[in-house]
């Protein structure tokens, strides 16, 4: 059954489910984004992941600062939608735009609803160590995240898992989900179930200082920190006054038992102390350099230093 949409959503997480939506031939009346933003060394202006798609398939493209005009509201009200599907939009719909449409709005959320409501639930899955996450479709209500839920389903999240690929595959779950959704008669209303609010936890958004090592944890709190946080904004550590990433580690079993922070070179490895043990170093980010190999940065720096400490 195909229906009459607005598409809301800004980074790649939400251009698989815009694509799909456009493929399955579901008329997309207009993409609504993030409004273009300086990135790189340069500063230069840049369009989001959903405003090149959206271009690409030569979509119709608002990029609004704010939801609450009334030509915004006026457009969505005039266009007679189905729904409006949300995905990653990073603004709050006001009540006035989520009664709009006919079935209303869906939201395609990169956890496993009531846990991790916000802004960065892929992060803080891995980080915090679950052994799953999932992809809820969600009817959107005024709270944050706190809508009915109408689909759900969970993935494992394995050992090599980052931020970045496990993004990927809830990204092409999430296309999935919402294509099953649209195609219900009552695009889902009779499915929506409510959220268990008790055990709601949040995942707020990611700051730079987060990913802040503290070598004094675990040696699976580590690793689980500095996948959580590739690619972005990166685990790192101090070593003699200037920032190092970390961007790849591994747990090792029998691994040499050294004071946090303590650095040991052995046999072609590269062993750094935590409570525990020791973790295993395989692709660091020296300060002004480009990432290197854990081996490499010992060679070019650590192998002529008698401080060899990370703190």
């Given at each position: 059954?195909?229906?009459?949409?607005?598409?809301?959503?800004?980074?790649?997480?939400?251009?698989?489910?815009?694509?799909?939506?456009?493929?399955?031939?579901?008329?997309?009346?207009?993409?609504?984004?993030?409004?273009?933003?300086?990135?790189?060394?340069?500063?230069?202006?840049?369009?989001?992941?959903?405003?090149?798609?959206?271009?690409?398939?030569?979509?119709?493209?608002?990029?609004?600062?704010?939801?609450?005009?009334?030509?915004?509201?006026?457009?969505?009200?005039?266009?007679?939608?189905?729904?409006?599907?949300?995905?990653?939009?990073?603004?709050?719909?006001?009540?006035?735009?989520?009664?709009?449409?006919?079935?209303?709005?869906?939201?395609?959320?990169?956890?496993?609803?009531?846990?991790?409501?916000?802004?960065?639930?892929?992060?803080?899955?891995?980080?915090?160590?679950?052994?799953?996450?999932?992809?809820?479709?969600?009817?959107?209500?005024a709270g944050l995240d706190t809508g009915d839920i109408i689909e759900q389903r969970a993935i494992p999240i394995t050992p090599e898992d980052t931020c970045g690929t496990l993004t990927v595959k809830l990204s092409l779950l999430g296309a999935e989900l919402i294509l099953r959704v649209l195609a219900?008669?009552?695009?889902?209303?009779?499915?929506?179930?409510?959220?268990?609010?008790?055990?709601?936890?949040?995942?707020?958004?990611?700051?730079?200082?987060?990913?802040?090592?503290?070598?004094?944890?675990?040696?699976?709190?580590?690793?689980?920190?500095?996948?959580?946080?590739?690619?972005?904004?990166?685990?790192?550590?101090?070593?003699?006054?200037?920032?190092?990433?970390?961007?790849?580690?591994?747990l090792t079993a029998g691994g040499p038992a050294l004071p946090p922070g303590a650095i040991l070179y052995r046999e072609g490895r590269l062993w750094v102390g935590c409570r525990d043990n020791s973790v295993e170093l395989l692709k660091v980010l020296p300060a002004g350099k480009r990432p290197m190999?854990?081996?490499?940065?010992?060679?070019?720096?650590?192998?002529?230093?008698?401080?060899?400490?990370?703190?």
């Amino acid at each position: 059954m195909l229906r009459r949409i607005v598409f809301m959503g800004t980074p790649e997480f939400a251009v698989p489910a815009l694509r799909a939506l456009h493929g399955e031939g579901h008329t997309v009346v207009a993409v609504f984004t993030q409004p273009d933003r300086p990135a790189g060394r340069g500063r230069r202006l840049t369009p989001p992941p959903v405003k090149i798609a959206a271009l690409e398939l030569g979509l119709p493209i608002w990029q609004p600062n704010s939801l609450r005009s009334l030509e915004v509201l006026d457009f969505l009200r005039g266009e007679k939608l189905d729904a409006v599907v949300v995905a990653a939009y990073a603004h709050l719909l006001p009540p006035a735009i989520l009664a709009a449409p006919r079935f209303g709005c869906k939201n395609i959320h990169a956890s496993l609803l009531p846990k991790y409501r916000g802004g960065a639930p892929v992060h803080w899955a891995i980080v915090n160590g679950e052994d799953s996450t999932g992809v809820t479709i969600m009817q959107m209500a005024a709270g944050l995240d706190t809508g009915d839920i109408i689909e759900q389903r969970a993935i494992p999240i394995t050992p090599e898992d980052t931020c970045g690929t496990l993004t990927v595959k809830l990204s092409l779950l999430g296309a999935e989900l919402i294509l099953r959704v649209l195609a219900l008669p009552d695009a889902g209303e009779a499915k929506r179930v409510t959220q268990a609010h008790e055990l709601m936890s949040m995942a707020r958004t990611v700051r730079k200082s987060d990913g802040l090592i503290n070598w004094s944890v675990t040696a699976k709190e580590i690793n689980a920190l500095v996948r959580g946080m590739h690619p972005w904004p990166g685990a790192f550590t101090r070593w003699r006054g200037e920032t190092l990433g970390i961007l790849a580690t591994r747990l090792t079993a029998g691994g040499p038992a050294l004071p946090p922070g303590a650095i040991l070179y052995r046999e072609g490895r590269l062993w750094v102390g935590c409570r525990d043990n020791s973790v295993e170093l395989l692709k660091v980010l020296p300060a002004g350099k480009r990432p290197m190999s854990a081996l490499d940065f010992y060679r070019g720096y650590l192998s002529r230093c008698a401080d060899a400490i990370f703190y």
